[in-house]
């Protein structure tokens, strides 16, 4: 079974730091896809990043960067220079090998609440 | 842009009654999901649906059932709800396999 582990419950740091959300999954299969979620207070999941198995490159965007490592099983998240809104519930999440029904299911970690102060 | 809606962003229903949450989307997806969000339990699959009046169940259908007549809409039904149902209920989409899914804003039911 699938599983997306993310061990840090709450974060809470003031504006400019950097601060790094920690995703550890588990699956057997070989082709799968590993997803940022970023969810405001206003509710609505937001999509940040998909990246696939086969792609170990870490990726920059802005002042957000992800390091995946298959070796460890881990897909963190790195927030640099920190701003008060980047305060959200941020979920990772791991979508299953489901070609049969093209189902494309998502299994979430059940998310970290980051809180930047001013 | 894609954009998923769904009908209200808040509904206080009363035991028992039956409740129904729909779900649009505009990009053509073939896929579409229902996801119900509680403290502590993170997110949880209900059901979804990966063609017209196709469904499977998630990991927590008890209580709840789907209906997709038409591409763009899945309707999320509580045939009689109870208060164990009182939660943020979140609708998605994704184009196939592997395709990012993109979320609605939710709903929050509260059920008294």
């Known amino acids: 079974a699938q599983k997306v582990t993310q061990a840090q419950t709450e974060i809470s740091v003031v504006e400019k730091e950097d601060v790094t959300l920690d995703c550890v999954y588990e699956?057997?299969?070989?082709?799968?896809?590993l997803f940022w979620y970023k969810q405001p207070p206003s509710g609505e999941l937001v999509f940040l990043i998909r990246?696939?198995?086969?792609?170990?490159q870490n990726e920059i965007s802005g002042r957000y960067s992800w390091n995946f490592q298959k070796s460890t099983s881990s897909f963190n998240f790195t927030i640099t220079a920190s701003q008060v809104v980047d305060s959200a519930v941020y979920f990772c999440?791991?979508?299953?090998?489901?070609?049969?029904?093209?189902?494309?299911?998502?299994?979430f970690g059940e998310g970290t609440q980051l809180t930047v102060n001013p | 842009d894609v954009k998923v809606t769904q009908s209200s962003r808040y509904l206080v229903k009363r035991t028992g009654e039956k409740v129904f949450l729909e779900c649009v989307q505009d990009?053509?997806?073939?896929?579409m999901f229902w996801y119900r969000q509680d403290p502590g339990l993170g997110l949880r699959l209900i059901y979804f649906?990966?063609?017209?009046?196709?469904?499977e169940k998630g990991d927590i259908p008890e209580g709840y059932s789907v209906s997709r007549e038409k591409k763009e809409r899945f309707s999320l039904i509580l045939e009689s709800a109870s208060t164990n149902q009182t939660s943020m209920y979140l609708c998605?989409?994704?184009?196939?396999?592997?395709?990012?899914?993109?979320f609605g804003p939710g709903t929050r039911l509260l059920v008294l």
């Open positions: 990246r696939n198995s086969f792609d170990e």
């Open positions: 699956t057997r299969d070989t082709t799968y896809y």
């Open positions: 649906s990966y063609d017209v009046k196709m469904k």
């Open positions: 999440a791991l979508s299953e090998n489901k070609r049969e029904t093209s189902g494309s299911r998502l299994t």
């Open positions: 998605a989409s994704s184009y196939e396999f592997g395709e990012t899914q993109y």
């Open positions: 990009m053509d997806h073939e896929n």
